[in-house]
């Protein structure tokens, strides 16, 4: 079954701080990764985007990292900012079937707190 | 902002209704997909239409159903309404139904009692 998890389910952390968010997945056949940031009552927005054989891609204060042999990745976020207060959300994409199905992790909730 | 407009914002609707939520595509897109997203919880995959015609279908009931228009804008409707319906609807358009990214809507959400 294809399953995308992600931990913590939630975090608090002081503005100006660092964090890491974690995805690991369970997605075949995969054909990318990417982290969305979703406001509260907004549609999510894309972050990043990695392939198979990309192992880092940055945007901005935003670093996602990817091991596709242990199907992990991570969203660094660098000296964090009160508007970075969102939920993060992990996607794998599964090319199958003539279509790209996206398979969403729940989320990370983020409280950057002044 | 993404260019995905959605209709309504809020919607309130009682058991055993029907809604019919609307989606405009962004300039150029001929793909849009349609998630539920429950609270607390990531979107769930409902349909994708490619060129006015059903390309993918999650794993929800033949209540739920769609339409594109040549336009390519979109309709997701859901008939005999359940309390479990409540939830966030969203569109995401996209340049094709490969591996482009998807452009999210800011969502429906709707309310059912």
């Known amino acids: 079954k294809n399953q995308v998890e992600q931990s913590p389910q939630s975090l608090i952390i002081l503005e100006g701080k660092n964090c890491t968010l974690q995805?690991?997945?369970?997605?075949?056949?995969?054909?990318?990764l990417r982290w969305y940031k979703q406001d509260t009552g907004r549609g999510p927005v894309s972050l990043t985007i990695?392939?198979?054989?990309?192992n880092t891609k940055s945007n901005g204060r935003y670093t996602a990292t990817l091991d596709a042999d242990t199907k992990q990745s991570s969203l660094h976020i660098t000296a964090s900012q009160l508007s970075d207060s969102a939920s993060y959300i992990c996607v794998v994409s599964a090319f199958s079937g003539g279509y790209n199905k996206l398979i969403f992790g729940a989320g990370t909730r983020l409280a950057v707190h002044p | 902002e993404t260019g995905v407009t959605q209709s309504p914002t809020h919607l309130i609707k009682t058991r055993g209704q029907q809604v019919t939520l609307r989606c405009s595509s962004q300039?150029?897109?001929?793909?849009v997909s349609w998630y539920q997203q429950a609270l607390g919880q990531g979107p769930q995959f409902i349909f994708q239409?490619?060129?006015?015609?059903?390309?993918g279908r999650g794993n929800f009931p033949p209540r739920f159903s769609g339409l594109q228009f040549p336009n390519y804008s979109s309709e997701l409707n859901v008939n005999a309404l359940e309390l479990d319906d409540s939830a966030l609807y969203l569109c995401?358009?996209?340049?094709?139904?490969?591996?482009?990214?998807?452009?999210f809507g800011p969502g429906t959400r709707l309310l059912v009692l």
């Open positions: 995805c690991n997945y369970t997605v075949s056949p995969f054909s990318n």
């Open positions: 990695m392939t198979f054989s990309e």
């Open positions: 300039s150029g897109h001929n793909t």
């Open positions: 239409y490619y060129r006015e015609e059903e390309n």
């Open positions: 995401a358009s996209s340049l094709g139904k490969g591996q482009e990214t998807q452009y």
